[in-house]
């Protein structure tokens, strides 16, 4: 950090950050990483409160565990389950891949009582493009605890499209190195990412909210 000095005092001067790297530079090692492998291990007792429930949640959870005591679920797993005419079991299977050691605080039991109405606009996003974000989320606001990294982990297994773009997960290390301009190529989607999720944090805070949205 440089510091400009006036009569006064000091004003801070941070130099504007650049992006230091290329995604076009890493374009072999990601063609050949395998990714759809990339899986997770979870616990039947983490989800032990929900599986013995007589709906789709707990039908989705005894599906994805059969008799084992833990479940191995990986992205290409998703993809398959995304493929399926009923979307609870990927709904629940996604956010077991997502998060293996549990949800927090009432997130998950608040998602599976809106499971229904989850599945149901998830459909509708993997039908047909989004062409206006905002009010595509408005629909999802409502849901306790699926926020915008649960959301897009939803949609990107599901090949959905956002105003003209393949969806992406937004979770906290893509936002970072987004804000950041880490990747010369991301640069410009700083500004895109920035817009999506103060648009996804409106009217999400109000009477009964227990915990931050995920």
Not at 124 to 152: C, F, M, N
């Amino acid at each position: 950090m440089f510091s400009i000095h006036t009569l006064d005092y000091p004003v801070a001067f941070i130099p504007p950050i650049e992006p230091v790297m290329r995604l076009i530079d890493f374009a072999p090692l990601i063609c050949n990483m395998p990714v759809s492998n990339q899986a997770f291990i979870s616990k039947r007792s983490t989800w032990s409160p929900y599986i013995q429930r007589e709906d789709a949640a707990g039908t989705a959870l005894r599906s994805i565990f059969g008799t084992s005591n833990d479940v191995f679920l990986s992205r290409h797993d998703l993809r398959l389950l995304a493929s399926k005419a009923e979307l609870a079991e990927f709904v629940i299977a996604t956010i077991i891949w997502g998060y293996p050691g549990g949800m927090r605080g009432y997130h998950f039991a608040s998602l599976i009582d809106h499971l229904s109405k989850l599945a149901q606009i998830l459909d509708a996003a993997r039908s047909r493009p989004i062409s206006d974000w905002a009010s595509h989320y408005e629909q999802v606001k409502p849901i306790e605890g699926v926020g915008l990294s649960t959301y897009t982990k939803f949609l990107h297994f599901l090949s959905a499209q956002i105003e003209n773009h393949m969806a992406v997960i937004l979770d906290k290390r893509i936002i970072d190195v987004t804000r950041n301009k880490v990747f010369e190529e991301l640069a410009p989607l700083s500004a895109a990412v920035r817009t999506l999720r103060t648009r996804s944090r409106i009217g999400r805070r109000g009477p009964g909210h227990h915990a931050k949205a995920d």
